[in-house]
């Protein structure tokens, strides 16, 4: 009897691993039509502002890395493929709510509010709604991080843009004329976003002016988005991943003083045309390796940082034969 119940619940087991889903294809093509046909309605709703930000992402090169950020979230949701396919949806009707609110307050806050940024904020909140109303509080828990992720491809509002880059493009022309003083027979002194520089007596005109694209916010908002994805695609504790979020922002100061740093000397050592232009993009390209070099590093000294208990004492076991 008991070997009949161990043989019909192994039976079960491999029936139900049988059945798993594990490809997208997988899904029934009525499931399919739905996501199609939701998929319609809110691009048909919210088209002008979708075609806003695109806009924005094409025309300023600050926000171009936004086309990413719907691919890294599609990435997201694949890295859970086999939990989301395989859960039990249940509608949650306090999602059909929030939708309704959603639905209701963008175009309150186009008419009456006029908050530019809180549109597309309304747009990522209705679309966390419609997957709260139709898969329930279980399919949130794989889908939250990928929705919130959009946020990072929002441009932000101007002010508050500028506001944030000027203190960083001051930072950055302060540290690069001090490492530029180093040079012998060069004197280099930052006044606000500008470097002056006397080099054997003599003043290099124009000055080093620290643009906007130099402001370090481009690197810092990539950064930002790609220390979030980087932090939730590996298993970590809660603190490393925290830690591995907030050292985007002064990785992307340190590698923005690099390339300030860098493109003076090669204004003055080498040559103006080196600085300005193509060469001044490629630069700034070159940072990235830089940071994805100090996230590393930083990740694996966290890694090796602690040492977890229970792998520690299964390293210590000894299993030992006895003699017959």
């Not at 309304?122 to 139709?134: K, N, P, S």
């Not at 509080?137 to 441009?155: D, E, G, M, Q, S």
């Not at 620290?210 to 930002?224: D, H, I, P």
Request: proline share 4%; aromatic share 12%.
């Amino acid at each position: 009897m008991l070997e009949n119940t161990v043989s019909f619940t192994a039976l079960n087991r491999d029936t139900e691993s049988h059945l798993r889903k594990e490809h997208w294809r997988e899904l029934s093509i009525h499931v399919y039509v739905k996501i199609f046909v939701i998929g319609v309605l809110f691009v048909f709703l919210f088209r002008s502002e979708i075609d806003d930000i695109i806009n924005r992402w094409i025309t300023d090169s600050s926000w171009s890395h936004g086309f990413l950020i719907p691919l890294f979230s599609l990435y997201f949701i694949d890295q859970h493929k086999q939990d989301i396919l395989n859960l039990r949806t249940m509608p949650n009707y306090l999602g059909l709510l929030l939708l309704i609110c959603g639905i209701l307050f963008y175009p309150f806050n186009i008419v009456h509010l006029q908050y530019g940024y809180l549109r597309p904020m309304v747009v990522i909140a209705t679309l966390g709604a419609i997957v709260l109303f139709l898969g329930g509080w279980r399919l949130v828990k794989y889908t939250w991080l990928p929705i919130a992720f959009l946020v990072f491809a929002v441009p932000l509002p101007q002010r508050y843009y500028n506001s944030l880059t000027d203190p960083m493009r001051r930072w950055a022309a302060t540290v690069a004329s001090g490492l530029l003083n180093l040079i012998p027979d060069l004197e280099a002194s930052a006044t606000g976003k500008v470097i002056d520089v006397f080099y054997r007596g003599q003043s290099l005109e124009p000055a080093l002016d620290v643009a906007e694209a130099c402001s370090g916010m481009r690197l810092l908002l990539a950064f930002m988005a790609l220390g979030v994805a980087m932090a939730y695609l590996r298993e970590r504790r809660l603190w490393q991943r925290l830690v591995l979020v907030a050292s985007t922002v002064p990785i992307a100061i340190v590698c923005n003083i690099v390339r300030v740093t860098a493109t003076g000397f090669i204004y003055i050592l080498i040559h103006p045309k080196y600085a300005q232009g193509i060469y001044h993009d490629m630069l700034g390209m070159a940072m990235l390796p830089l940071a994805f070099g100090l996230y590393g590093l930083l990740a694996l000294f966290m890694s090796n940082l602690f040492v977890d208990e229970s792998e520690a004492g299964a390293e210590d076991i000894v299993i030992r034969k006895r003699d017959t």
